[in-house]
């Protein structure tokens, strides 16, 4: 028999937000999590991305801290937008017990969270970084934290934040409740778990690393020049709204330009945007006013966005894991979806290293090339390649294509010329 909310000894108040949230009975992760948080105990959780982990943290903190004075709770995110939607769920779950949060990130005012801060909060959710600048200047007191909450932190320790996080931590009370949650748990979390927990509860409800189970996954082996049409057929077989991943910042607003003049209302989110354009992108996507969101790895991380019905992976990712966390963008919660990579030939080596990581094997699928839309970019392009248009002279001033190699430049005539979107 599944557990209640009721059963895991959840109160009344907090009963009454967890309806409100149109939760119908907890996900694995929070009905193994929530009973030993709400106890006190340390947990490292490990999950898929997308089954609740917000919530099986969240709902302990709260009913611990309901009636208590001062800052008692800190919850730091690798990124702002993930430390965003969990402030807004911190406030939701909070409200009706008077638990109330604070967003300390980077890219907004920092006199303006000093001024937050002075309103002593019960909770604070933050970044690292812009955390160790106001502890920096004194701006920031931590010495009555009870519960310290570390969410993916696989990324922030892939992103660099280890020394930031040790910083924190030095700053915290050495008698302190810690709850470690993430989506992979590799040797790197698994080392850094055993330093700063204390005999944890280990709340494994999917091996580390699986993907998410309803994600439909499909794997394309195509040539560079294949990629746009491909993608454009894709987006042609349903409206669903897509998420589409690629390697770079520059690819990314050069790929949404691309999907705008095909047609499709679209947003780039990456760390070369500014907060204000980043939160206008996620938001757009959220509310349906883009189709697509063209996305780095920054957002394959804690992006909270219901019904995602496509990811598609334009390139394979740096590293494996990023590969399951791509695709955990869809299919969350009780919710299904599909996920595509595009990889080329000589990336076997990189898909192996995922269907490693996933233990499962990449589902391979047919590229449509006798679909129109396919056939139709593919035309167009090998149109571009016999006609590339008359030669402006550089004037002594030649400058390499994005994709060619470094230090090398791309030829500016004949074949060697720099295609358009397909070869991008």
């Not at 730091?76 to 967003?103: K, S």
């Not at 690629?246 to 607003?253: G, K, L, N, S």
């Not at 969101?293 to 394979?316: E, F, K, N, Q």
Request: glycine share 8%.
């Amino acid at each position: 028999m599944s557990a209640s909310f009721k059963s895991l000894g959840l109160s009344p108040e907090t009963l009454g937000a967890v309806k409100r949230a149109r939760f119908g009975t907890p996900t694995p992760i929070q009905a193994q999590a929530i009973p030993p948080a709400l106890s006190g105990r340390d947990v490292i959780g490990c999950a898929a991305t997308g089954t609740g982990k917000t919530a099986a943290y969240l709902l302990p903190m709260i009913e611990r801290f309901a009636g208590e004075k001062g800052t008692r709770g800190l919850i730091l995110t690798p990124t702002r937008e993930l430390a965003q939607q969990v402030e807004e769920q911190a406030r939701f779950f909070g409200e009706p017990l008077g638990v109330l949060p604070v967003l300390i990130v980077g890219g907004e005012d920092m006199n303006a969270q000093v001024d937050a801060l002075r309103e002593r909060p019960s909770l604070i959710v933050a970044t690292p970084g812009r955390l160790v600048d106001l502890l920096g200047v004194k701006a920031v007191n931590l010495h009555r934290i009870q519960t310290l909450v570390l969410d993916e932190a696989d990324r922030m320790l892939d992103m660099g934040f280890l020394p930031q996080i040790n910083q924190i931590l030095h700053a915290l009370p050495r008698e302190r409740q810690t709850l470690l949650f993430s989506a992979t748990l590799g040797a790197d979390v698994t080392r850094f778990g055993q330093r700063a927990l204390h005999k944890p509860v280990r709340v494994e409800v999917t091996p580390s690393g699986t993907p998410a189970p309803r994600a439909e996954q499909h794997l394309y082996i195509v040539k560079p020049e294949e990629k746009w049409p491909l993608l454009l057929t894709l987006l042609s077989q349903d409206q669903a709204s897509a998420l589409v991943f690629v390697r770079t910042q520059q690819r990314a607003d050069k790929m949404k330009e691309l999907l705008a003049a095909a047609g499709h209302k679209s947003a780039a989110l990456h760390a070369g945007r500014t907060q204000a354009q980043r939160r206008q992108a996620l938001e757009g996507f959220r509310r349906g006013q883009y189709r697509c969101l063209v996305a780095t790895d920054l957002a394959a991380r804690g992006l909270d966005v219901d019904d995602i019905g496509h990811v598609i992976s334009l390139d394979v990712p740096h590293g494996p894991e990023d590969y399951v966390h791509r695709i955990g963008r869809t299919a969350r919660a009780a919710a299904s979806g599909r996920a595509s990579l595009f990889a080329l030939e000589v990336e076997r080596r990189t898909l192996q290293d995922i269907e490693r990581i996933i233990r499962q094997e990449l589902p391979r699928t047919e590229v449509p090339r006798r679909d129109p839309i396919f056939k139709r970019e593919m035309e167009a392009f090998l149109a571009k390649q016999r006609d590339p248009g008359p030669r402006q002279p550089d004037h002594g001033r030649s400058k390499r294509p994005e994709g060619a190699a470094p230090g090398r430049h791309a030829r500016t005539h004949g074949k060697g010329r720099p295609k358009g979107p397909a070869g991008q």
